[in-house]
Antibody, heavy 119, light 108 residues
């Protein structure tokens, strides 16, 4: 079965750091670019980070640029999001998603991991 | 940055009805437009990619059309399980690719 499973979400204090992980299985992980999407409680979807298959191309939304770092380990079929200087507005469910070549649509999503930033 | 809008923001329709949701881009995005369905507490799922291509496993009552700046998602005959929020997404510009604000569909 093709799937993505996120982990690492928890309650963290403002200004703190957190590392999210996304494990892929059932497909050739290194054949796909990957993306992180977040969704604040009761809000819409926000695409926050993109990483190409070989990590040659990386992009961030302005809302997280300079604070979040995306990386991947293709040998371990894993995607990561290092989050620092966390703010209350970073509170959200964080999803990783697989990208289809060509259309760049997100065809496989993880179940999400909740990050709560609060004192 | 390319801005995406959707209309309506919410709608209520009866089972068996045909509904259309519109997505507009602030500039031409060719056919780089995708549609997702999200049910409460669940991850989004891909319905339509590249404006009009039905994702594998998605029922044929879902269809997409459009190009340039205006796109539509049509559900030809609503079922109760279609109650969800629907998002469009442009993948024309440099990532990260923006989503529309969503349309919440309620089945009466």
């Amino acid at each position: 079965e093709v799937q993505l499973v996120e982990s690492g979400g928890r309650l963290v204090r403002p200004g703190g750091s957190l590392r999210l992980s996304c494990a892929g299985s059932g497909f050739d992980f290194n054949d796909h670019s990957m993306n992180w999407v977040r969704q604040a409680p009761g809000k819409g979807l926000e695409s926050i980070s993109y990483i190409s298959r070989s990590s040659a191309y990386i992009h961030y939304a302005d809302s997280v640029k300079g604070r979040f770092t995306v990386s991947r380990d293709n040998a371990k079929n894993s995607l990561f999001l290092q989050m620092s200087s966390l703010r209350a507005e970073d509170t959200a469910v964080y999803y990783c998603a697989r990208i289809i070549s060509g259309s760049d649509a997100f065809d496989i999503w993880g179940q999400g991991t909740m990050v709560t930033v609060s004192s | 940055d390319i801005q995406m809008t959707q209309s309506p923001s919410s709608l209520s329709a009866s089972a068996g009805e045909r509904v259309t949701i519109t997505c507009r881009a602030s500039q031409s995005i060719s056919a780089f437009l995708n549609w997702y369905q999200q049910k409460p507490g669940k991850a989004p799922s891909l319905l339509i990619y590249a404006a009009s291509n039905l994702q594998s496993g998605v029922p044929s009552r879902f269809s997409g059309s459009g190009s340039g700046t205006e796109f539509t998602l049509t559900i030809s005959s609503l079922l109760p399980e279609d109650s969800a929020t629907y998002y469009c997404q442009q993948t024309y510009s440099t990532p990260p690719h923006t989503f529309g604000p969503g349309t919440k569909l309620e089945i009466k």
